[in-house]
Nanobody
Framework: VQLVESGGGLVQAGDSLRLTCTAT????????IGWFRQAPGQAREGVAV????????SYADSVAGRFSVSIGYAKKTVYLDIPHLEEDDTAVYYC???????????????????????WGPGTQVTVST
């Protein structure tokens, strides 16, 4: 069972990125998948979560209306689309997965790493101006 993030890199402010979280050994059908990010010297923060069964989503206030999380048809990949990148988006981005029944209120999955069973190693996003 493994999660791997991909799609990060060095980009210019204003560019767009799609990050991908890929599952190996399981599918996301009964999981919540969360995207978190950690900027240098900052705590890790949740930015977006999605339910694997019905695709419901929740976003942190700091990214709502700009970030978009979605799940692939085979439910083995989850995407995080980030348009109009800003310097403050520079961070390591991580995806995590936890069983849906662990925590019923979807928005609470943004607030803690405790409900998550698996994490990927992260992908670096660096935005230059």
């Amino acid at each position: 069972v493994q999660l791997v993030e991909s799609g990060g890199g060095l980009v210019q402010a204003g560019d767009s990125l799609r990050l991908t979280c890929t599952a190996t050994g399981f599918i996301f059908d009964d999981y919540v998948i969360g995207w978190f990010r950690q900027a240098p010297g900052q705590a890790r923060e949740g930015v977006a979560v999605i339910r694997g069964d019905d695709g419901r989503t929740s976003y942190a206030d700091s990214v709502a209306g700009r970030f978009s999380v979605s799940i692939g048809y085979a439910k083995k990949t989850v995407y995080l689309d980030i348009p109009h990148l800003e310097e403050d988006d520079t961070a390591v981005y991580y995806c995590g997965a936890g069983k849906q029944e662990t925590l019923v209120v979807l928005s609470l999955w943004l607030t803690s790493r405790l409900p998550y069973d698996f994490w990927g190693p992260g992908t670096q996003v660096t935005v230059s101006t």
